[in-house]
């Protein structure tokens, strides 16, 4: 009897492994300065990155680092507000929910301006997140975002001016 | 207060960023879901296979009456909701109505009234288009994730898809234009009539967000989002960029008087409303002038704006406006879940709908004031019972679109299509397949007079009207007689003073019940 060789999707396409490898790292990070949080960071580019393969196996992605981008804020966003519900009920019912959280989150609350940054609007947030840490131009972060320059343009410079306000109270 | 407030986010950024390292263990995660994935799809598809092949045994028959759309792009589903009513009673003497999505519906207000569910289904609907004469409506509506363009009449709700596309626009002589999005960024401005082949099609760089046709000359505005307004020509296609280097701009929007505005965003992030000096549609350098501020909210973003013409809102309850015509000129601009009527000088009211107001489109021929002209207004609502008055539009619109399955499906299954005894849809439409013509005499049909075969039961509606009454309305409207159905049998009605030529029957129910003629 002949052995029928079976083989996995994922294995079938070894160049979406090094796809993987060279963006991981940095959707990971994008994620977390977006979320505030790694766990869901890591879930967040997970799933993105397998929403980016079903795309890239189709042939249907020319700038994977920029779909790849692309791809983690979607699902941040997306992600971020079911969990501020849930956030809130949490806290509700426990009292307070820092107790679980990781070495590297409550170091992270302790950088007021890292804090600051998780309290404005998602849309601020994101904008800041992509010009100042990624260093894109205006055009760039409203191509990753999907929205227009104009956008772009208010959310950060409404952004800094939150978080200019919320320095100096504090 | 911090000093450089951006070397610190920067800096903190970084080193937030640096506190995570890849955990090794996300790429098994990866692969295990896609591999979860493609299993279930496979096991879908088993599923789906079986049930394909219950299909073609028991409903192959109906298959054969798959939509053949004759508007532009992929051919799309007939829309199988049902209207969505009552829409009907939204009305006033003045014809001033707003269509605007909320949630995925459309709704629309008039002056006088409040708020009304224009169509409603399970799919996204947004952005719509009032036509000039105020009767149609196009709107994007999102179908298993791909845009199509479909038609919904003003006056009842009766809809039909008419093709692949969004962002519809009307020119103040009723063309149509929409955007067809190609793979990358690439897309095209295609229009022409409406329910007609495409007359232009326009190729156009990045993914268009905004579309709007000048109300004075042939010129199409839109963007894509960089901040610049761009001008299309359907005659020559050449495009045109307006930028301005000290602000962006976005949503080009047309007031009736020709008055083009956007919204602008200013180097420090403020949005205002702007006006653009025509001469820029000829290659002049823009020539911007601001006019209001807007709001800096929280969620303003991705403001939209359109011209609401000389209307203004008159706050009747805490949640309630009415609309009430106005000398001066007004916008509605906004962004999702805000929206606000706006003045020149200033003056704003906002709008407190049913729900958050997108997109909103007036009608342009109602905020020009009086309409121009004697000439019967195109498919105007008649005064027949309300399912009579939906069945009509839809049959109109399915057989100016050359839509058969949309035909197929609003005939009575027992369809009398040819005097004698010939009941039956499907033959029908195969006969109405072989003479294509007679869509054009249906449609003719439908937007002249009616008459009552009264008694009989049920009682049916007929068009034309000199079906039952043969002195009525002649010789006034015989031309508009003669162009529905020629001028043979319009001679042999003044020969024999009965009409015996083309008819559709409607009965009151709303049940489509014939399309005949002889006797």
């Known amino acids: 009897m002949n052995a029928i060789a079976l083989r996995s999707p994922v294995a079938m396409s070894a160049d979406f492994a090094d796809v993987f490898a060279a963006h991981h790292a940095e959707a990971l990070r994008i994620a977390y300065l977006l979320s505030g949080d790694r766990q869901r960071a890591e879930d967040a580019v997970s799933e993105a990155f397998v929403k980016v393969y079903r795309r890239w196996r189709s042939g249907g992605v020319d700038n994977p680092r920029a779909y790849i981008r692309r791809a983690v804020v979607n699902e941040v966003n997306s992600r971020f507000r079911r969990l501020a519900l849930e956030r809130r009920e949490a806290a509700k019912r426990r009292g307070d929910d820092r107790g679980q959280r990781s070495t590297e989150d409550q170091a992270a609350d302790q950088d007021e301006v890292f804090r600051a940054l998780q309290r404005l609007p998602e849309r601020q947030r994101t904008a800041i997140v992509l010009r100042y840490y990624n260093d894109l131009s205006e055009a760039e972060t409203a191509e990753v975002m999907g929205v227009s320059t104009g956008t772009v343009k208010s959310s950060v410079s409404r952004g800094l001016e939150r978080l200019r306000q919320v320095m100096e109270v504090s | ?519």
């Open chain 2, 1 to 519: 207060m911090p000093a450089d407030i951006e070397r610190m986010l920067r800096e903190s950024l970084e080193a937030r960023a640096q506190d995570v390292e890849p955990d090794a263990e996300t790429w098994n995660r990866v692969q295990s879901r896609i591999r979860r994935q493609r299993t279930f799809r496979l096991a879908l598809a088993g599923v789906s296979a079986t049930a394909a092949v219950l299909v073609a045994i028991v409903v192959v028959p109906g298959l054969i009456d798959r939509p053949d759309v004759v508007f532009p792009g992929p051919a799309a589903p007939t829309d199988p909701d049902p209207v969505p009513g009552p829409a009907d009673g939204c009305t006033s003497p003045a014809d001033v109505a707003a269509v605007y999505s909320s949630q995925g519906d459309l709704w629309k207000a008039c002056v006088g009234g409040g708020a009304h569910l224009l169509y409603g289904s399970s799919d996204i609907d947004e952005n719509p288009a009032v036509s000039p004469d105020g009767i149609h409506v196009l709107f994007t509506s999102w179908r298993d994730s791909a845009p199509v363009i479909a038609h919904v009449y003003l006056s009842t709700g009766a809809s039909t898809v008419l093709g692949g596309g969004e962002l519809p626009a009307f020119a103040p002589d009723g063309r149509v234009a929409w955007v067809q999005q190609a793979d990358g960024d690439r897309a095209f401005i295609v229009g022409g009539q409406l329910f007609s082949e495409p007359e232009f099609e326009i190729p156009v760089d990045g993914r268009v967000r905004r579309l709007a046709w000048d109300t004075v000359d042939d010129h199409l505005l839109y963007e894509t989002g960089e901040g610049a307004v761009w001008v299309a020509r359907p005659e020559s296609g050449e495009l045109l960029r307006i930028d301005d280097p000290e602000r962006t701009y976005s949503s080009p929007a047309v007031a009736p008087d020709g008055t083009i505005a956007v919204i602008a965003v200013d180097e420090g992030g403020s949005y205002e409303l702007g006006y653009l000096d025509r001469a820029v549609l000829a290659g002049a350098e823009p020539g911007y002038r601001p006019v209001v501020d807007l709001p800096m909210l929280d969620d303003f973003s991705e403001p939209f704006l359109a011209p609401a013409g000389y209307v203004w809102a008159e706050q009747v309850g805490d949640m309630e406006h009415r609309w009430v015509p106005r000398d001066e000129l007004a916008w509605l601009v906004g962004s999702p879940g805000w929206v606000s009527l706006l003045r020149e000088d200033g003056e704003r009211v906002g709008l407190a709908m049913e729900a958050e107001m997108l997109a909103p489109a007036m009608n342009p021929a109602a905020v020009l004031g009086e309409r121009e002209g004697d000439e019967p207004l195109y498919l105007e609502p008649q005064a027949v019972p309300h399912n009579v008055e939906v069945t009509r539009q839809r049959i109109h619109a399915a057989a100016r679109a050359g839509d058969f399955g949309g035909l197929h499906a609003l005939m009575v299954e027992e369809f009398s299509w040819s005097f004698g005894g010939n009941l039956d849809r499907d033959e029908a439409i195969a006969y109405l397949r072989d003479n294509p013509e007679l869509l054009d005499v249906i449609a003719g049909l439908l937007e002249l007079p009616y008459g009552v075969v009264d008694p009989v039961e049920p009682e049916y509606f007929v068009w034309p009207w000199v079906f039952t009454d043969p002195e009525a309305n002649w010789p006034e409207l015989r031309d508009r007689l003669v162009a529905a159905v020629g001028e043979q049998q319009v001679g042999d009605y003044e020969e024999h003073g009965e009409y015996l030529g083309w008819r559709v029957g409607i009965d009151r129910d709303g049940v489509w019940r014939y399309f005949i003629a002889g006797d």
